[in-house]
């Protein structure tokens, strides 16, 4: 979340634009495009969410997984099982890994620059989870299980998909299969993007 307030600057002037639109539904429809313009699937987003008003709406900080815990296959579950989220949920979601890249400066995680980022686009520098980190595929799942290329990262709670007998099960498909992980990836970010929203009307809005 470190980066966030990059991504507010970004959405600013749409909101500006067009005030009736929420902050949380903006994030949520950058979100979805972001993925669908990088080559990733469709996702079923419903929109109408209700901003919050107050800092003490809001969940408590420090609420999204570590990248190193000590046990981190129990970390991950700790983290999205208690938002109703499951196994599969939880190595599809990985896979947004795909996209992007990690800054030390930010997260403590990656290295300052790779052969992949040191140009760029946009502000260079960071590690990447894939060499093309631009393109949404299933190319991260391939990469975390060969780890054959040191300029490209893997944190503990990546390689953990390939080590825990459960996550193991869908990072092997999603592997070998990227249409599979394309319809689970959608299905777990809608289901994601919706969780402790409130609606108005309350059961939202579809564009479609």
Known sequence: TAGLVNALKLIQAIKDKYAGV???????????????????????????????????????????PAAGPPSPAEHLREVFYRMGLNDKEIVALSGAHTLGRSRPERSGWGKPETKYTKNGPGAPGGQSWTSQWL?????????????RD???????????????????????KYAEDQDTFFEDYAEAHAKLSNLGSKFDPPKGVSLD
Do not use: H, W
């Open 22 to 64: 929420t902050y949380a539904d903006l994030f949520q429809l950058a979100s979805a495009t972001a993925v669908e313009e990088a080559g990733g699937p469709k996702i079923p987003m419903i929109y109408g969410r209700v901003d919050v008003s107050a800092p003490d709406q809001c969940p408590p900080e420090g609420r999204l």
């Open 135 to 147: 393109k949404f595929d299933n190319s991260y799942f391939k990469d975390v299980k060969e780890r």
């Open 150 to 172: 040191e300029d490209l990262l893997v944190l503990p709670t990546d390689a953990v998909l390939f080590e825990d007998s459960s996550f193991k099960i869908y990072a092997e």
